[in-house]
């Protein structure tokens, strides 16, 4: 069973529309992150977050915008989806000075037409 | 500039013997490395890890070598079975700069029958 669940698998959506992708965990790790994945090419890190109320922008840039009120809750939101917005988009956390691995969810496919 | 470098796009291995799946790296603050299994639609999981103070690291099937002083590391899985088909995942962790893995691009390992 996975801990970590993000919502939903796959979106279709229609270019200018606000998108919030879900992504919770209930294995009460402190830190959480969103991966951004193009086919055939590397996981690159988007956004993380150390804790609640903690947010801090990763490696490459993206448009979109993350939140942390909840320490189970993490979710990405795009105000106004473009076709360059088309991707995987991953979901991890991990406990602080653990390194046993990040725990990943199942991603969610972003389409924008 | 890519961090980690995976050069095999796939590799093609017959059922029962080792598969080895190579990584090289170039920053030197990498702190530790580990490997992820990907299935399509699917997120990563994690496969194994090692430290940069280490040689080698062994898990059942999976063992994970490390040369630092070539900034190599590979997976080997011995002996491989035809549920290994997917993409193979290195990536790096640093300890300084934004908090997060660097991944390479992976590689698809095919396990023949």
């Known amino acids: 069973e996975a801990d970590i669940y993000q919502t939903p698998r796959y979106l279709v959506i229609g270019t200018g529309k606000k998108i919030t992708l879900e992504c919770s965990q209930t294995m009460g790790h402190d830190k959480m992150y969103w991966y951004q994945q193009d086919p055939g090419m590397e996981l690159h890190l988007i956004h993380y977050?150390?804790?609640?109320?903690?947010?801090e922008k990763g490696d490459l840039s993206s448009e979109s915008t993350v939140s942390r009120i909840r320490t189970e809750h993490f979710p990405l939101t795009l105000e106004s989806a473009r076709p360059s917005h088309t991707s995987q988009y991953l979901c991890?956390?991990?406990?602080?000075?653990?390194?046993?691995?990040?725990?990943f969810g199942s991603g969610t496919r972003l389409t924008v037409v | 500039d890519q961090q980690v470098k995976q050069n095999s796009p796939s590799l093609s291995v017959q059922e029962g013997r080792i598969s080895i799946l190579n990584c090289d790296y170039t920053?030197?603050?990498?702190?530790?490395f580990l490997w992820y299994k990907k299935y399509p639609a699917e997120g990563p999981t994690f496969l194994i890890s090692i430290s940069s103070i280490k040689d080698k690291n062994e898990d059942g099937r999976f063992t994970v070598f490390l040369n630092k002083s070539a900034k190599h590391l590979s997976l080997h899985i011995v002996p491989s079975q035809p549920g290994d088909s997917a993409v193979y995942f290195c990536?790096?962790?640093?300890?300084?700069?934004?908090?997060?893995?660097?991944f390479g691009k992976g590689t698809h390992l095919i396990i023949q029958p």
């Open positions: 991890a956390s991990r406990k602080s000075g653990s390194r046993d691995g990040y725990t």
């Open positions: 990536a790096a962790h640093s300890g300084g700069g934004a908090d997060g893995l660097t």
């Open positions: 920053n030197s603050m990498f702190d530790y």
């Open positions: 977050s150390y804790g609640v109320n903690s947010t």
